[in-house]
């Protein structure tokens, strides 16, 4: 059997045309924003012919800073996301008193700028002036003062708890509203089934906010990678590079005035951002869809 | 309530809240008020041809907001657009608006980077501003020279200083040291005297500005030998051990700070200022402050090998980019800068004019070794781009010797490559 469709009305068409024609300036805009810079990049890597990459390729760091950026990331969203999910824990419970008080403070670290963060941090971990060390010291935990920044050895893992106390109140903050949406009965239900704390954390609230986990790994992931100003207030990259990143690698050839390294920084960095951005895409798309 | 705004698909009336009406409002009220600016700043600075833009450092600030006024005077018609840049951001803004074009008409810039400017053709030549009010001859030996590439000069220069030793006399007094230390021998025996309890014998800046750790490496290598020709530091792998020696091994030893890694020059001065760093190769600012403090500060010529060492000249000078809409009025004010009585007033550290040295504030006790390591005992530093390239490399390198991660006759090696 053969239908014949009417063409669909001029006003039917305006109403599907209104939301293109709505998002449309916004679009051009971000359009303008990402990818002229993106496209400058690119082009001023081929037009060098690829020296910068070699450059880049050949420098005799250049592995340690991708072991850099790579434990740097990992430790940082790591740190995040254990400390964010036990804070949001701790806030959801109902013995806890003060709870939006607790939450106001806890979102302190995430809320001031990142560089006083970084000083204040800078000051704690000195070996000179260090609180941090005076309290161990005290306490009897440590001989002598811990060298936090300038120890090759531990210098990468103290900027990345850093990191960590910046970034953990945004996890917390995600995943406390996703607790919000685990229906109370299901908790009911397993108590009433004999399951203990860790089994409620494992089969009913890690499930239920799998999605939640995904968007925060990625973010911190994101921000990790692109983190600048931590580093550079603690410890400009130091001591002989270890805690340099490929952020910092680019500011540095950015002081040299080296913009053919700059631009081949910033096309590794955007490419792995990219994927990163590809996979939150994905993960938000399943999160809208789990929504729906 | 009756139905405003566009007709829904249903066919009923799309409303707009009114808050949403007063936040459109403020929204779009706030943009035509940016807008209006923009436009209104714009046509201003078409109309006043001749408005100079100097960019000036923070630490002179106050100075050249007194100076300006006077150059108006002098110079009707002329009218100075003072903006304030900092020492950490002016190279790279400087860069950036040399690069982009969009120039001010005098930046008040480091001397070690007019080269780089200056190799790209970003830079107007402004010899022509040296004759009968502003001879070479009474500029700091080689210093005209030293900005002068292929016939042209670059720069007029008004501020200029080395480092030389500042130690804590107190803190020898205690330790039995009757004098400054006069050779590396004797820098490093003292410096093991001093190292006490909290106070170490001395610190290097290890974070930060990378060259601030270099210019100090360089200094005990041309001390060494090593030369600076044509802005490039021509390197001997044993000065270049040595001074790394110097520096990392003092270091890994203990007689220097194990927290240089986390100093700066800030960082140093104030442990200086505590009494737990006793002596170490800073700048004139450094001694001032402690001055201004109370605190026990002594100075010396800066430890060599055999007797004085060699410190290196650094400097800030006034540029006119060559993209500046007002040369003629750029040059007026640059002309103006340089007389000995103004560059005597903006200059905190030494002034590149002989005849502005007069000036009781620079022959304190304290500038008087300063001023002998100036005259005596100092070169131009190098300003070749292919050697502010590899500092950071350099920078590095010392450090792994400060860690015990190489040895110096390795980590020299490296360097010599780096600056070959």
Known sequence: MTTLT??????????????????????ILTAILMVIPIVATIVRVVASGGTGLTELFSLPNVGRVFLNTAGWTAGSVVGAIVIGYAGALVLQSARLRFAGLWRGLLMIPWIIPGVVGATVWRWTLSTDYGILNQALLDLGLIGEPVRWLSNPDVVLWAVALIQIWVTAPFVMLM???????????????????????LAILRHIILPAIRTTTGICVLTLAIWALNSFTIIWVATSGGPAGASTILPVLLYQAFQNGDQVLVSSVALVQVIIGGVLAVLFARTMRTDLEEQT | MAEQGSTRPNGAKMAMRPRTQVFLGVVVAAVLAIAGTVVYNVAGSQESDNTVTWWVPDWDYSKAAG??????????????????????????????ALDSGNVPDVITESLARVRTYATKGQLAAVGDLYGQDMPVADFAPGLVDALTFDGQTYAVPYRWATNALIYNPTLFAAAGITEAPRTWADFERDAKLLTKGDVVGTAWPMKGDPSDLTLRFLDFAISDGAKIAGGTPQLTASS????????????AQGWASRSSFELDNTGIRELFLQGRVAMYPGGVFDVDAAVKQGAPVATALLPGPDGPGTAQGVGWGYLIPKASAHQDAARQLVSFLARPENMAALTLTFPARISASTDPKFTTPQRQPYAVQLAQHSVPAPNDPRWTSRVQAVHDKIQEVALGRTTPADAAAQIQALAG
């Open chain 2, 67 to 96: 100076l300006v006024p006077q150059f108006e005077q002098q110079h009707p018609g002329i009218v100075v657009n003072l903006v304030q840049t900092t020492g950490d951001t002016v190279a790279n803004r400087t860069a950036v």
């Open chain 2, 240 to 251: 270049s051990e040595a001074a790394v020696d110097l520096i990392g091994g003092s270091v």
């Open chain 1, 6 to 27: 009417a063409p669909p009305p001029v006003r039917d068409r305006q109403r599907r045309a209104r939301p293109v024609v709505l998002i449309l300036p916004a679009a």
């Open chain 1, 175 to 197: 995943v406390s509203a996703a607790l919000t949406s685990i229906p109370a009965e299901r908790f009911e239900a397993a108590r009433l089934d004999g399951a203990g704390g």
